[in-house]
């Protein structure tokens, strides 16, 4: 088979979503599906909406006209503002995008008067992750100005945690939030459809708080794909962390004469010592290196170890075990390591325990007399 590839197994997928779904379905929040690190990969995105989140979301313009291309049909999100030079896209391709700038919001607005259309827009409200977000304080003013603004529909509120700084949403936090909500929509006289509480890292909240406030929607991309708290790297219970395996094929295997390092000895003294390796360890070459995934973020198979990477080797001490060449090694990837893997050009994706896609429908009932023997 080729090499290096990611095998996905929607199986996995479609169960992990499906669990997340209906834990957080009995606290009422909804799921949001986001496809941003499997670069809008539509069978993904298909295998998230199988296992019942209600709309899917990705950051990337590019990813979200991906997957309507394939004739998926539910409703879709930006989750990254906009550009303004993508402001016409964005309103083909998504009923809503999240927004923290008035001008962006202005020319989203032009662009649906042109159209003939509306579109929803949540705004993000900075709560301490410092990444994208309008400040509590500004947040009224800027809601007056939002219903004023011809054709577009403000859908809700949505806040984002531990992305730049890992910042853990607790308790005390999501009750600010949910306050926060309350006057905005006393003040400002509305109800807001969307209170979207943040992402994977929220679930330690969602499901160990005492009640959830007026936040009813997380959207979830590490979580369902990974199977992972995003903060301690831990599996959620109840989901698979195996549904992407990445190959690389072995193009080296000798024993090296002599390893040579710098080490730090260990000592608590801040003097960096020589430290000379001599030991002959068997060491492997696989054919995958930085310029395909982030090497990192991959873990080996016990009793192989990782020695080092360039933009296409990556190098393993195998101990006593001699890898054949031509052999495939088995590398389970992190999140941003799946994102790299996922956008490589030369990583070839084999997807398992597929579905059809809508447009695979269409295509055959374009030709209904056509007849399968
Ligand atoms: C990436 C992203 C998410 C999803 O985060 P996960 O940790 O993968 O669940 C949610 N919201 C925003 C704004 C994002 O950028």
């Not at 049909?73 to 809503?96: F, N």
């Not at 929509?185 to 992402?199: F, I, K, Q, R």
């Not at 933009?311 to 994102?339: F, Q």
Request: aromatic share 4%; net charge positive; glycine share 6%.
């Amino acid at each position: 088979m080729t090499a290096p590839r990611i095998e996905i197994n929607l199986k996995k997928i479609r169960h992990n979503a499906r669990h997340l779904v209906q834990r957080l379905s009995r606290r009422s929040v909804r799921v949001t599906g986001v496809t941003k690190a499997v670069c809008g990969h539509p069978e993904i995105a298909q295998a998230m909406l199988d296992g019942g989140v209600s709309e899917l979301a990705d950051a990337r313009i590019e990813n979200i006209e991906r997957i309507r291309q394939s004739g998926i049909k539910c409703p879709m999100s930006l989750i990254r503002t906009p550009m303004q030079s993508q402001a016409g896209r964005v309103i083909k391709g998504c009923d809503t995008s999240f927004n923290t700038e008035l001008d962006v919001i202005q020319m989203l607005s032009k662009s649906a008067q042109h159209m003939n259309t509306r579109h929803n827009v949540v705004l993000m409200v900075e709560m301490g992750d410092l990444r994208e977000g309008i400040q509590p304080d500004d947040l009224k003013g800027f809601v007056r100005d939002v219903l004023i603004t011809p054709n577009i529909t403000l859908k809700g509120i949505g806040a984002n945690f531990a992305c730049l700084n890992s910042i853990v949403p607790d308790h005390k936090t999501m009750i600010e939030l949910s306050n926060l909500i309350n006057n905005l929509e006393a003040e400002c006289d509305l109800l807001l459809e969307m209170v979207s509480g943040g992402n994977s890292a929220n679930l330690p909240w969602a499901f160990n708080c005492k009640y959830v406030g007026r936040i009813n929607n997380l959207r979830l991309g590490e979580s369902i794909l990974l199977g992972v708290d995003p903060i301690t790297g831990a599996r959620i219970d109840g989901l698979f962390t195996d549904a992407f395996t990445i190959f690389a094929e072995v193009i080296e295997t000798k024993v090296k004469p002599e390893r040579n390092c710098w080490r730090m000895d260990g000592s608590k003294s801040s003097a960096i010592h020589v430290v000379i390796d001599n030991s002959k360890a068997m060491q492997s070459i696989l054919a995958i290196g930085y310029q395909d995934t982030d090497i990192e973020g991959l873990s080996l198979p016990i009793n192989i170890s990782f020695i080092g990477a360039t933009s296409d080797h990556m190098i393993l001490d195998t101990g006593a075990v001699s890898l054949a060449i031509g052999a495939e090694v088995k590398l389970r990837p992190n999140y941003s390591a799946l994102m790299r893997a996922m956008s490589a050009p030369n990583i070839k994706k084999v997807v398992h325990n597929r579905r059809r896609l809508p447009k695979d429908n269409a295509a055959l009932q374009l030709t209904p007399n056509l007849t399968l023997i």
